[in-house]
């Protein structure tokens, strides 16, 4: 299955679903963004992305925390539902925060409000066997879902810190556990991150789901980057797996410091800026008297 990229072919074709995201795995790579609002969402989605995630990263990139532990799933809601106004072809997927899923319960109570308040097609969370009877129970209830394995930043006090894993022929093999095991629940893709690219190509072979990687070297069925990272708009730290295909961020500042410097200099606004009154009127108002304010 092939798809067009062209903004307007991209418009007019028929939106993205979990199966067939699923159905890609060895046909096509699998083009992945994350996005937090209307207008990102809907570049994304004009670019030709296949899937279009609203990830917990927005609390660093977006809500300035430290990390993702800090958003909460009311602002996840409200993000997603912001981005789906974006989004009309991609596949959008909403990622699950910290703790909103340390039980089934609380997994479907989230789940169901991500569709149903934010007008997400999927969601996401992190974990392998260890959140299976989570993905069952999302999916039992018609809820596709996104695993993520290895490095899953909710984890990282658990990690000491952001750090690769995967790196041992142990750690590799309970990577591939953790991918089948989500596989068998019902998950419709896995996110890999942060591993070799010899654990990858394992762990792509060893499952019939598409494997998305970032971090993971060319070998995964499929990519994803931060939106802010791939357009150089966060500099608080890049990761080693980001390209960075734009510094729209260094260009906005300098764009911005032009505007300062028009305004300061009297050059903005322009004659081409500016509105002006009719003649007719014009010639009326000069004969209003204006009253000096008493000092």
């Not at 989230?110 to 392998?128: D, M, N, P, Q, Y």
């Not at 093999?173 to 991150?193: C, T």
């Not at 260009?251 to 200099?265: G, H, K, M, Q």
């Amino acid at each position: 299955m092939s798809y067009s990229k062209t903004k307007t072919s991209t418009n007019k074709a028929a939106p993205i679903s979990a199966p067939v995201i699923q159905a890609m795995k060895g046909a096509n790579k699998i083009c992945c963004m994350t996005a937090y609002d209307y207008s990102s969402g809907m570049i994304a989605d004009a670019a030709g992305m296949d899937l279009v995630l609203v990830g917990d990263s927005l609390a660093m990139v977006v809500l300035g925390h430290a990390d993702t532990l800090s958003v909460t799933v009311d602002e996840m809601v409200h993000h997603i539902r912001a981005t789906s106004r974006g989004v009309k072809r991609a596949l959008l997927v909403g990622d699950m925060p910290f703790m909103s899923y340390c039980t089934v319960e609380r997994a479907l109570e989230t789940g169901g409000r991500f569709i149903s308040e934010g007008r997400a097609k999927a969601v996401k969370l992190e974990g392998g066997a260890n959140v299976c009877p989570q993905i069952k129970a999302l999916t039992d209830a018609g809820i596709p879902v996104m695993a993520h394995v290895g490095l899953t930043p909710q984890h990282v006090a658990k990690f000491g810190g952001f750090k690769a894993q995967g790196k041992s022929a142990d750690a590799t093999r309970a990577l591939i556990e953790d991918a089948q095991a989500v596989e068998a629940a019902g998950a419709f893709s896995v996110v890999l991150e942060a591993i070799p690219v010899e654990a990858a190509e394992l762990i792509t072979e060893a499952v019939d789901i598409p494997t998305i990687g970032i971090g993971a070297g060319n070998v995964t069925d499929g990519q994803i980057l931060v939106y802010h990272d791939t357009l150089g708009l966060f500099d608080r730290f890049t990761p080693k797996f980001v390209r960075r295909f734009a510094e729209l961020g260094e260009e906005s500042r300098t764009a911005l410091a032009r505007y300062c410097d028009d305004v300061r200099r009297g050059t903005f606004p322009g004659d081409k800026n500016t509105f002006y009154m009719p003649e007719d009127q014009l010639s009326q108002v000069r004969k209003i008297k204006i009253k000096n304010k008493k000092k």
